[in-house]
């Protein structure tokens, strides 16, 4: 049995599935000691096996059958375990159980995916995030099913499967693997222009989050509250990160291909040291009589609604403080669902949640069996009781012979919950019209929006954005794609339109741009919150390194919540001046300048050419990536022979205060004062 304390009610419940092999004999699933697990039984020493072997067939045959279909979008995925604490109580909005009180814990279950590429794939390519939450409420499950951008491609869910094949690797060669830089997927956004605003989100930085810790949530689709005087309002859920939200530039992300895992290793190994990512869960809340107030449609998931107009009103913590203990039973078997709702919450007539609503259950069942819910990551912590019956891998014994309501031979039950003893209601709002297959004309602005996005946008993001853009378009092979994209563009920001259109070799049409010149300062990234907290620096040494001055930065540095990661030319220890000594926490070989998000450079008496040239390198890549650089003085020539020692966030470290300045300059993270040439615009 595991040593855990203090456990929730789901990780009770969770506690009664695992098992622990170590230690334990050897026994087969049918519950036969074995003897021999590495022989088959063979007719004479170097005779034939035979078939009489149950032991060797049933590990064969259940090794063949131990994959299960992945996901058939965000295939690539990440999980967590992790609670909720509500701030105040939210009854005045919603009867939802998990919102009342705030000395109630809500155990969660969080599943961070990717949406295109297989489960396999590289983890930082340019890509929408998954964020889904599944909280186990008194009520029962409900689910928020988000990604890290607050709008979506399209607006109706029966063009969702037009969209995925579009962006999964093209069906005739099989390429790209979990990247949107090709035709069909650019010819689909340029052919279906509801996805221009979608278009600007997945070109930013905000598709290249830097880890899961910093990454943003949203609901994305319209729901309501509902109060217990049966009163409805307009809401969207959004997840804020407490470090801030923050991204990888693009030449990072490509080149931490070189670590497919990077987003999961860091999930795993910050929860494992302690620092448990902190989210906070909002709300955005619209009155039903403010329904048509907005100069955009409310049930439009291609719209935000920008928060200087719609206030967050933030409800809750979510943290995340526990890594899983089976990554297949756990993670791969959680079946999430937008409809996964309880009393108090839900759904408005947004047409593409009103489709999610189908293909989940649908997806669920295909996936894991038509009793997925008994799974023990997706199981209620309340008790299930229904006539639901048999069907693949049931785990539930019903005893009795009665499965059907109405009955009399058990007395009507189970028997249905009338709505005041907590029985769910739907909410009654009214529908009216002719059955019809039509966009509604409020949908139909498709490039006001996208404006906003631009008009937001600070100059380093439009860079940014425009070296997307370049690049995802430049892969393309057919011109007429590129051209067709440009045309969208231009329809959003000539601004934009021009330096793309010139980077791939197209033309801008001359199209009536928007005129919209609002903004929303929240959508940028450059107005998140900067900290230091969990941040990691690496420090170079080598070999006779000054002691006490290392000692004493190492200790302000942890104090202030950063990560120094020791880095010299080899792993084991490394021995400085004072008896100071160190392991080595990453050499030159094991370590990448791309998972430190700043450096220090210190040297020592010994460092060797070696040394040189190893530090030099990771100072560049890192000099490039804007990230901050601090020296002590003894090793600052280096700085000066790379031409860097005089740049912004190049720290040399000549006076007392260099341990805050340094604490400062990780905390802005980024320079991007620094000369730059990874783009062209
Ligand atoms: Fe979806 C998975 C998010 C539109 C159909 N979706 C899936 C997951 C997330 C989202 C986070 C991964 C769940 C997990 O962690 O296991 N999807 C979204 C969002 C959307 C959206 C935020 C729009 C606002 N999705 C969408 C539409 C459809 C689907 C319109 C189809 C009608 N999505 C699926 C799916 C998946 C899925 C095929 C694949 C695996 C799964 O459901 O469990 O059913």
Known sequence: MSERKNLNKKEEQLESFVRDTYNQEMIS?????????????????????????????????????ERIPERVVHARGYGAHGEFELYQSMSDVTMADFLQDPAKKTPLFVRFSQVVGSKGCNETVRDVRGFSIKFYTNDGNFDIVGINMPVFFIQDAIKFPDLIHSVKPEPDNEYPQGQTAHDTFWDFMGSNPETTHMAMWIMS???????YRTMEGFGVHTYRFVNKDGVARFIKFHVKPVLGVHPLIWDEAQKLGEDADFHRRDLWTNIKMGNHPEYELAVQIIEEDQEFMFDFDILDPTKLWPEEEVPLQKIGKITLN??????FSETEQSAFHPGNIVRGVDYSNDPLLQ?????????????????????PINKPIVPVYNNQRDGASRYVIDRGKVSYHKNLLAGNTPSEVPVDKGGFVTYPSSVEGLKKRKTAPSFKDHYSQARLFWNSM????REHIIGAYSFELGRCLHVAVRQQM?????????????????????????????TVTKSSPAISLMNTTFVANTLKVAIFLAEGFPGSKVDVLLKQWKESGMHPVIVSNKLGEVNGSDGYSYKVDQSFLTGSPLSYEGAYLVGGTGADDYF????????????NHFKPIGAIKESSHLLKE??????????????PQFGQIFIDAMAKQRFWERPSYLYHV
């Open 29 to 65: 699933n049918e519950g036969k000691k074995i003897v021999d697990d590495e022989n088959s039984l063979t007719a004479g020493e170097r005779g034939p096996t035979l078939i009489e072997d149950f032991l060797a067939r049933e590990k064969l045959a259940h090794f063949d059958r």
């Open 205 to 211: 930085d905000r598709a290249i989050p830097k880890n």
């Open 322 to 327: 526990r890594t899983v203990d089976n990554a």
């Open 355 to 375: 489709g999610r609503l189908f293909s989940y259950t649908d997806t669920q069942q295909a996936r894991l069996g038509p009793n997925y819910q008994q799974l």
């Open 458 to 461: 600070t100059p380093v993001e």
């Open 486 to 514: 440009v045309d969208r563009l231009a329809r959003v920001s000539r601004e934009l339109a021009e330096p793309v259109a010139k980077n791939v070799g197209v033309t801008v049409p001359n199209v009536e741009e928007s």
């Open 612 to 623: 040189h040239y190893q530090a030099r390198t990771f100072i560049m890549h890192m000099y």
């Open 642 to 655: 790379m031409g860097i020692e005089e740049m912004p966030g190049v720290i040399i470290d000549s006076e």
